[in-house]
C-alpha cells in the first residue's frame, strides 16, 4: 500500500501548481484524504482535506479561495490546485488518509501517509 505524492517545483509568487496524490492499495473513495504541509521550523498542519462520504471539503484559512482539493475516483488519485501561492506556501507537502471519523481530515496520529513533495514559491 502506498500513497505516491507529485507535483511540487518551484515557481514564482502569484504563480499556480497542482499536486497529485495517487494511491495503491487503497480505494481512495473510501476513505477521508488530506493534504498536510510542513515548513521549516514549523509543525505540520493542515490544509485541504476532502470526505469520503459526500465530498464535502475543509480548507485552511490560510489558504481559502486559492487551493481547492479534489478527486479522481477513476484514477485513484486526490489532487491539490495551488492557485496565488506566496512565499509563505512554501513547504513539504504531504498526503495522508483515515477510514472515515468525525474528523474532516486525517489524524496526524492514526493516518496513513506517503512521502512529501517539496513546494517552494520565490518571492
Known amino acids: 500500500v502506498q500513497l505516491q505524492a507529485s507535483g511540487g517545483g518551484v515557481v514564482q509568487a502569484g504563480g499556480s501548481l497542482r499536486l497529485s496524490c495517487e494511491a495503491s492499495?487503497?480505494?481512495?473513495?473510501?476513505?477521508?484524504v488530506g493534504w498536510f504541509r510542513q515548513a521549516p521550523g514549523k509543525e505540520r498542519e493542515a490544509v485541504s482535506c476532502i470526505s469520503s462520504s459526500d465530498g464535502s471539503t475543509y480548507s485552511a484559512d490560510s489558504v481559502k479561495g486559492r487551493f481547492t482539493i479534489s478527486r479522481d475516483n477513476a484514477k485513484n488519485t486526490v489532487y491539490l490546485q495551488m492557485n496565488s501561492l506566496k512565499p509563505e506556501d512554501t513547504a513539504v507537502y504531504y498526503c495522508a488518509l483515515e477510514p472515515p471519523t468525525l474528523s474532516p481530515c486525517p489524524s496526524p496520529e492514526t493516518g496513513f501517509w506517503g512521502q512529501g513533495t517539496l513546494v517552494t514559491v520565490s518571492s
Open positions: 492499495g487503497f480505494t481512495l473513495d473510501f476513505y477521508t
